[in-house]
C-alpha cells in the first residue's frame, strides 16, 4: 500500500502513476505532510515554504480535493515552469522542491505533478512576503516568534541543508577472519525531527507499527521470495532482537535452516535517534541492511544433494 511517507521516499524512477492512485484512491484528508491542488494557483508557494519550515511533505498537483471516483485530472506541462519560477522569484531564499513529472497516459498530454518538499534540503527558515510559512493540520499559518527563532537557530548549525549520507555498512567477519557473507546492500535515510519529539522515546506503537509495515511492504515480500528461490520454508519476520533502546529500535528478518546456524537471507532495519552529548536530537536515521550468505548455502546444499535453483 503506498503512503504519503513512502511516495515520499522512493526514488523518482518509482513515483509512478500506480503508486499515485494507490495513494488518492485512499481518500486521505490533507494533513501536515499532504496537499491535494487540482491546479497551480497562488497559494501553492506558501505550502511549499510552509512544508519546509515544518515536517517536508507531498503536494499533489493535479488532484481534485474531493473524494471520489476521478480525483485524477491533472495538469499541463506549464505547471512545472510555474512552479519552479514562482518558488524562485518568491521565496527568500530562493529555493525550489524537487517536481516528478507522472504522465496520465490517455493521450490528453496531462500529468500529476508530485511534488516533494525535502526540509532536510531547505534552507530554514525560508521566508515568504517577510515572513515564515508553517504547516498546521491540513492548513498553512505563519510561525510565531518562538517558531521562527527556533528555524534560525536550526539554519545557524545546519550550513548546508543536503541529505545525509548513510554510513557504509561493514561486511561481517568470522573468527577465522573470512568474510562472513557474500555483500550486504544498505538502503535508509535521514529525516529531521520536530521539536516536539525532539526528547521523546521512541514510542511502543510506533516501533510495532513499523515492524508490521516492514512485514506487508515489498521490502518482506522481495525477501519471502528469495527464500522461496532457495526452497526455504523457515522464516522468522521483522520483529524485535538485539540492542534495543528508548531511541534506538532493531528489527531483524532471518532464513532459518533445521540444524544450523546459518541465515542465508537475513535483513535488519534500524531506527535511531542519535543525540550528541548535552543536545536534543535533530535528525532520525532509518536503514534496512539485506545480508546475503548464498554462495555459503550453495555448498553445503549441494552436498546434502538439495534442489536449489535461485
Known amino acids: 500500500m503506498t503512503t504519503p511517507a513512502s511516495l515520499f521516499a522512493a526514488s523518482a524512477a518509482d513515483v509512478t502513476l500506480e503508486r499515485v492512485r494507490q495513494l ?4 486521505l484528508p490533507e494533513g501536515l ?7 497551480y494557483d497562488r497559494s501553492f508557494v506558501k505550502s511549499v515554504a ?30 512545472v515552469l510555474q512552479i519552479i519560477n514562482a518558488c524562485h522569484d518568491s521565496l527568500e531564499p530562493p529555493w525550489e522542491p524537487e517536481v ?5 497516459g490517455n493521450g490528453g498530454g496531462k500529468s500529476i505533478l508530485v511534488v516533494r518538499v525535502d526540509p532536510a534540503c531547505a534552507p530554514r527558515p525560508i521566508l515568504l512576503a517577510g ?3 508553517i504547516r498546521l ?23 548546508t541543508r543536503t541529505r545525509r549520507v548513510l554510513q557504509q555498512p561493514t561486511l561481517p567477519i568470522k573468527t577465522d577472519g ?13 529525516l529531521p525531527v520536530g521539536e516536539t519529539a525532539a526528547w521523546r522515546p521512541l514510542p511502543e506503537s510506533g516501533v510495532d507499527g513499523l515492524r508490521d509495515a516492514l512485514n506487508h511492504s515489498g521490502v518482506g515480500r522481495m525477501l519471502c521470495w528469495w527464500a522461496a528461490r532457495l526452497h526455504i520454508s523457515g522464516l522468522n519476520l521483522f520483529d524485535r532482537q538485539g540492542l534495543n533502546r528508548a531511541r534506538r529500535a532493531q528489527l531483524l528478518w532471518q532464513t532459518v535452516l533445521p540444524e544450523s546456524d ?16 548535552g543536545s536534543v536530537a535533530t535528525w532520525m536515521s532509518f536503514t534496512v541492511d539485506l545480508i546475503m550468505r548464498v554462495s555459503e548455502y550453495y555448498e553445503g546444499a549441494k552436498a546434502k544433494g538439495w534442489p536449489v535453483t535461485f
Open 137 to 159: 493540520q491540513g492548513r498553512n499559518a505563519v510561525a510565531d516568534r518562538n517558531r521562527l527563532a527556533t528555524l534560525f537557530a536550526e539554519g545557524a548549525v545546519a550550513t
Open 50 to 79: 510552509a512544508m519546509a519550515n515544518s515536517y517536508g511533505g507531498i503536494i499533489l498537483v493535479g488532484v481534485r480535493d474531493e473524494a471520489g471516483a476521478d480525483r485524477l485530472v491533472g495538469v499541463d506541462e506549464e505547471a
Open 100 to 104: 516528478v513529472v507522472v504522465p496520465l
Open 178 to 190: 573470512s568474510a562472513d557473507a557474500d555483500f550486504i546492500l544498505r538502503s535508509g535515510y535521514w
Open 262 to 277: 546459518l541465515h542465508p537471507v537475513e535483513a535488519i532495519a534500524v531506527l535511531d535517534l542519535p543525540e550528541p552529548h
Open 24 to 27: 488518492v484512491g485512499q481518500n
Open 131 to 133: 515572513s515564515a510559512p
Open 33 to 39: 505532510t499532504l496537499e491535494y491542488k487540482e491546479a
